[in-house]
């Protein structure tokens, strides 16, 4: 398996646009988190879907986020408009099984750099 | 609400130094505890998990850590350092209903290792 695949890795772009960062977790997997890394907060939970509904989303920081998973294989981060405060790393990450987190381990994608101008 | 605090955000070891990196908890319930490591460049990876039965537990790459429960403590060690332990570690621990479970993470440690 490929793992988790994030994509772009690399986002540059410039305040007021539109950015959409995507996720495809690891066939199988039916937990889908997405995470957000800044030096100054460390890593936050953002959102979270367990069989592609969302369960949790009070880390989302404003309006201007959102996400969505049409499907099982397949997930998206849109950030509009985007601000300079939003550049961080971008991390999604899968897990499977029904045993719960304590049992089945979290696969992380390898983030998306994004650069708000 | 179950949360992690990890004490010093960069760590400086030398080679071959025992390393020590500290984690204590907030939990109402029995924790479910985790360390994980991040390389430059990449994503987090599972170094060791604390869930029920043996308080020391070992994981990848020489690390073990030990859960105390008096102390709400789950500090990460390994007797000598390696230059490829350089990394960011993060402790970690669930919350949630089971089903409806998330990883919360601390704010991390930079471990840096002297020749």
């Known amino acids: 398996d490929a793992g988790v695949i994030q994509s772009p890795r690399h986002e540059v772009t410039e305040m007021g646009q539109e950015v959409t960062l995507r996720c495809k977790p690891i066939s199988g997997h039916n937990s889908l988190f997405w995470y957000r890394q800044t030096m100054m907060r460390g890593l936050e939970l953002l959102i979270y879907f367990n069989n592609n509904v969302p369960i949790d989303d009070s880390g989302m920081p404003e309006d201007r986020f959102s996400a969505k998973m049409p499907n099982a294989s397949f997930s998206t981060l849109k950030i509009q408009p985007s601000e300079p405060r939003d550049s961080a790393v971008y991390f999604c990450?899968?897990?499977?099984?029904?045993?719960?987190?304590?049992?089945?381990?979290?696969?992380f994608g390898s983030g998306t750099q994004l650069s708000v101008l | 609400a179950q949360s992690v605090t990890q004490l010093g955000s960069h760590v400086s070891v030398s080679e071959g130094a025992l390393v020590l990196l500290r984690c204590n908890y907030s939990s109402s319930v029995p924790p479910y505890l985790f360390w994980y490591v991040q390389y430059p460049n990449q994503g987090l990876q599972l170094l060791l998990k604390y869930t029920t039965g043996a308080t020391l537990v070992k994981g990848i790459n020489g690390f073990e850590a030990e859960f105390k429960k008096s102390e709400t403590s789950f500090h990460l060690t390994k007797p000598s350092a390696h230059m490829s332990d350089a990394a960011e570690y993060f402790c970690?621990?669930?919350?949630?209903?089971?089903?409806?479970?998330?990883?919360?993470f601390g704010t991390g440690t930079r471990l840096t290792i002297i020749p």
């Open positions: 990450a899968s897990s499977g099984g029904d045993r719960g987190l304590a049992n089945e381990k979290l696969f």
């Open positions: 970690a621990v669930i919350s949630g209903d089971f089903g409806n479970e998330k990883l919360t």
